[in-house]
């Protein structure tokens, strides 16, 4: 049960981040296909987590227009219940464009496809955050977690 190492949207490919990719993200060098602003401090941290034959559950660089914008992925595969936890995160310039929103979408496509359940951490003052999320279809909340973030989960289609 997997999902595929490139998805691709209307407008957006999210490619898996390479060990390349990463070391360069941690150096602080840059890539050409980068947007200026990228990678932000989450994208680095998150770049800390990619290990060699990465997984298709790791982190993806975000594509829009010919440059990687942020990142997206997961924080692993699924676990004994079949869930996984997303994460996301865009440079500023390309917010409020519904990036975030298509990317996520992309995603949760390819897991409702194998029956994985999706859920996501966020910090309750992040309000586009919660409308990303919303707009996602993330509607059960389950309380908050060690850090004070709200985790909401998105039921699968066709399930109660």
């Known amino acids: 049960m997997s999902i595929p190492a490139r998805v691709e949207t209307e407008r957006l490919r999210l490619i898996l981040i390479t060990p390349d990719d990463a070391a360069d993200m941690l150096a602080g060098r840059r890539q050409g296909r980068w947007h200026p602003d990228y990678p932000r401090q989450d994208d680095a941290d998150v770049a800390a987590t990619v290990r060699p034959g990465a997984s298709p559950w790791g982190p993806r ?67 586009m955050s919660l409308r990303v999320l919303a707009k996602s279809g993330f509607t059960e909340l389950r309380g908050s977690d060690e850090e004070g973030q709200l985790v909401m989960a998105r039921p699968l289609p066709g399930s109660r």
């Open 61 to 127: 660089h975000v594509v829009y227009e010919q440059q990687a914008v942020g990142t997206i992925g997961f924080y692993g595969p699924p676990d004994e219940h079949d869930e996984v936890e997303i994460g996301y995160g865009l440079v500023q310039a390309v917010w409020r464009r519904g990036i975030a929103t298509e990317a996520i979408a992309g995603l949760l496509g390819e897991t409702d496809r194998i029956g994985v359940r999706v859920r996501a951490s966020v910090l309750p003052f992040n309000v």
